[in-house]
């Protein structure tokens, strides 16, 4: 299985509970490594293009009001097969519809206060790690 980098997001809600701690716990115990890391207030310009692909959605405004409502801590995880795995931890996107166990299904409230962001796929994890550190 090839080594992959993702980017992964815990969200304002995943900070404002306190389990970053647990979150990265989880990624640890699969076997992902954390190689990068970062603390950090998103403004509006930074969450917009971050989500820039869902700009004609419907939720798109709200969503960029929630991630700037609190800090958010940004990670790249690496290690075998990272996009999917972490994709696996996380759950489904909607916390109802998430397996049990996942960390959505364990700590997510809502669609939107979701606990974490993760890469969908190989390409965007290749751009969402260098929008968040060009240097890596
Ligand atoms: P993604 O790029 O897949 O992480 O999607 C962006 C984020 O938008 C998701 O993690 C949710 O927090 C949010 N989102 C996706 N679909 C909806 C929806 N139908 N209503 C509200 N928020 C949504």
């Known amino acids: 299985m090839a080594t992959e980098r993702t980017l992964s997001i815990i969200k304002p809600d995943g900070v404002q ?7 990265l716990t989880r990624f640890e115990d699969a076997g992902l490594r954390i190689v990068a890391a970062k603390m950090m ?7 917009g293009s971050f989500y820039a692909v869902h700009k004609e959605r419907p939720f798109y405004n709200d969503l ?7 800090p958010v801590f940004v990670s790249v995880l690496e290690g075998a097969d990272a996009v999917n795995k972490n994709r696996e931890l996380m759950g489904a996107t909607n916390p109802k519809e998430a397996k049990p166990g996942t960390i959505r299904a364990d700590f997510a409230d809502s669609i939107e206060a979701n606990t974490v962001h993760g890469s969908d796929s190989l390409e965007n994890a290749r751009n969402e790690v260098a929008f968040f550190f060009p240097d890596l």
């Open 64 to 70: 960029v009001t929630y991630m700037t409502s609190g």
């Open 17 to 23: 509970k306190q389990v970053i701690g647990k979150i």
């Open 41 to 47: 207030q998103l403004d509006k310009n930074l969450a």
